[in-house]
């Protein structure tokens, strides 16, 4: 009767920036006729940059925050878990010990007690996981939303015609020159935001 929480894993997971394709540049120029078609394609590709979601996920002090606050409940969970469990692991073994020199209608009373509480063990243990693994998808949810609302109004910022995610557990990007590379950028203007929220 172990909670195996994995929430956290679950959370890094989770926050796969998909791809938050932005539309700008509205208010600029429309390019001339005759405007040379290989400078217009080179600067396109300039408008795609990528986010490494391990990094910056590591680095926001909003999912380091909602990560302790998870790993608290989870220690939480398993120390009353492990409680009631060894309370009645003793009442087990006080019942074997005495068994013998029981009736049978107290050894059957006994037993359809200790089964009762056997169960209300079970329920706990799945009813405590339940309750992590909601909050855990709850707060997915908003990382997920925060990041991408970010995002959005950075791209915009910046120019950026699309953001890609990299991640070394799910690496559909297979290379990128550096220089596309704007965690860092990103990470610091989440932080400032998420900062200013709290305050």
Do not use: H
């Not at 107290?106 to 200790?114: D, N, W």
Request: hydrophobic share 35%; net charge positive; charged share 30%.
């Amino acid at each position: 009767m172990n909670i195996s929480f994995n929430t956290i894993s679950k959370l890094t997971a989770g926050l796969m920036i998909a791809a938050a394709v932005v539309s700008c540049n509205n208010n600029k120029e429309q390019p001339k006729a005759g405007a040379s078609a290989p400078v217009a394609a080179n600067q396109n590709a300039e408008k795609i940059v990528f986010v490494n979601s391990d990094s910056l996920v590591n680095n926001y002090d909003y999912f380091k925050e909602i990560k302790g606050k998870l790993e608290d409940k989870s220690k939480k969970a398993q120390q009353d878990l492990s409680s009631k469990g060894s309370a009645f692991q003793r009442e087990v073994a006080e019942y074997q010990q005495k068994a013998k020199d029981m009736s049978a209608d107290e050894r059957a009373s006994t037993e359809q007690r200790l089964a009762r509480k056997q169960q209300e063990l079970a329920a706990f243990n799945q009813n405590a996981s339940s309750a992590l693994a909601n909050e855990s998808s709850a707060e997915n949810e908003k990382l997920y939303d925060k990041v991408a609302e970010y995002l959005k109004t950075y791209a915009k910022q910046k120019g950026y015609k699309m953001v890609l995610t990299y991640s070394k557990s799910n690496p559909s990007l297979l290379f990128a020159d550096e220089s596309l590379d704007v965690t860092q950028d990103v990470v610091k203007g989440l932080n400032e935001a998420y900062n200013k929220d709290k305050k």
